[in-house]
C-alpha cells in the first residue's frame, strides 16, 4: 500500500528538460571541425554536457529515493524496484543503439564528402557489450553513442540504491547521517586508492560520481525529515569539498543549480515540463542527430556564422524526432513498468 500518490514534481521536469537541453547544446556545437573553437557559441556551451549530466545524477539522487519512499519500500521488494527500472529504461536504450546504427550506417553509404570514414558495419560483439554496460570495462571498445557511459553508472545507482536504501531512511536521524557520510568517504576513498589513473578513471565505475547522486540523496532526506538541517549541510559541505578536488567548477554550478530548483520551484514554464517529459528520449538520440546534421552541412557551408545558425537550427528536428521516440517506444515502457507495483 502506498503512503500517498506520487505526484509528478514540476521541479524534476524542469530540471531535466534544462539538462538534457544542455547536453544537446554542448555536442551539436562541438561536433569537431564544425565551428570556430574561438566563436562565442562553441565556448558559451563548452561546459555543457558535463553539467547536463551532473544535473542528471542530482535528479537520480533526490528522484528514486523519493519514489521508494512513497511506494513504501522495503528490501524484499528489492527485485521488483529492479524490475521496473529494467522495464522503464532498457528497451528504449537498446531501440536506441538501433537507432544510432542505423543513422551511421545511412550516412556512410552516403558520398565521402558527408562521411569519409568508409563503410559502417555494426559490431555484435560491441552490441553485446552495450547490454551490459560492459563497454566501459573494456578498454578496446567504445561506446556507439558517447552518452552511454552515464547511463551505466545510472544502473549501477539503481542497484547501490535498492541494496542501501533502508539504511538511509531509519527513525535515528543521526543513524541515517553517517551511514551517508560513511557510504561518501568510502565511495571517495576507493576511487582514489583503486580507480584513479586507471582506464576505468573516467566513466566506468560510480564510486567517483556517487557523492553526487547523494547531493540528492540529502534532499529528499531533509524533504521528508529524515535528517536534521545540520547533518544536511555538513554532508554536503564535505561533497562540495571532494567535487572541487576531482571535477570542473561546471560540476559545482550543476549540483548548486539542481539543489536550488529542487528546495525552491513550485512551478515551471510549459516549455521545459515538454522538454523533461521526452529528455531521455532526446538525450539518448541527440548524438546521432546532431551529428548527421553537421555531417550534411560541412561541405556546403563554410561560414561559420551559417553553420552555428543551423545548427541551432537542428534542435527544432532533434526536439520533434526523440518526441515521436518518445511517444512510439519510451511512453509505453513507463505505462508499462507503472504496472509493477512493490
Not at 187 to 205: N, P
Amino acid at each position: 500500500m502506498n503512503k500517498l500518490k506520487t505526484k509528478r514534481l514540476e521541479s524534476i521536469d524542469f530540471l531535466r528538460g534544462i539538462a538534457s537541453l544542455s547536453v544537446v547544446l554542448f555536442h551539436i556545437t562541438h561536433t569537431k571541425g564544425f565551428l570556430d573553437p574561438e566563436g562565442i557559441v562553441y565556448n558559451t556551451f563548452r561546459g555543457g554536457g558535463e553539467f547536463g549530466v551532473f544535473v542528471f545524477f542530482v535528479i537520480s539522487g533526490y528522484i528514486i529515493p523519493y519514489s521508494m519512499y512513497k511506494s513504501n519500500f522495503k528490501i524484499s521488494n528489492f527485485k521488483s524496484f529492479f524490475f521496473k527500472r529494467i522495464i522503464r529504461i532498457e528497451p528504449v536504450f537498446v531501440l536506441s543503439i538501433f537507432f544510432t546504427a542505423s543513422i551511421y550506417i545511412i550516412l556512410s553509404r552516403l558520398p565521402d564528402i558527408y562521411w569519409g570514414w568508409g563503410e559502417y558495419n555494426v559490431d555484435f560483439s560491441n552490441f553485446i557489450l552495450h547490454l551490459g554496460y560492459l563497454i566501459s570495462f573494456v578498454a578496446s571498445e567504445n561506446w556507439i553513442n558517447p552518452v552511454y557511459w552515464s547511463l551505466g553508472i545510472e544502473f549501477q545507482y539503481y542497484l547501490l540504491i535498492g541494496l542501501i536504501y533502508p539504511a538511509f531512511v531509519g527513525n535515528k536521524k543521526l543513524l541515517n547521517t553517517l551511514f551517508l557520510l560513511v557510504v561518501t568517504i568510502l565511495c571517495w576513498a576507493i576511487f582514489l586508492i583503486l580507480i584513479k589513473g586507471t582506464y576505468l578513471h573516467y566513466g566506468s565505475l560510480i564510486f567517483q560520481y556517487f557523492p553526487v547522486f547523494i547531493v540528492g540523496i540529502t534532499i529528499f532526506q531533509l524533504k521528508e525529515n529524515l535528517i536534521s538541517k545540520y547533518s544536511y549541510v555538513l554532508i554536503n559541505i564535505l561533497i562540495i569539498g571532494l567535487c572541487f578536488t576531482e571535477f570542473k567548477l561546471g560540476v559545482i554550478l550543476a549540483i548548486l543549480f539542481a539543489t536550488i530548483v529542487l528546495f525552491l520551484m513550485k512551478k515551471s514554464p510549459k516549455i521545459f515540463l515538454f522538454l523533461g517529459k521526452i529528455s531521455f528520449s532526446m538525450y539518448l538520440l541527440h548524438v546521432p542527430l546532431g551529428g548527421g546534421f553537421s555531417k550534411l552541412i560541412i561541405p556546403h557551408v563554410k561560414d561559420d556564422s551559417t553553420r552555428t545558425i543551423l545548427i541551432l537550427l537542428s534542435v527544432i528536428p532533434i526536439i520533434v524526432i526523440s518526441w515521436l521516440f518518445y511517444k512510439i517506444v519510451e511512453e509505453p515502457c513507463i505505462s508499462l513498468s507503472k504496472r509493477i507495483k512493490y
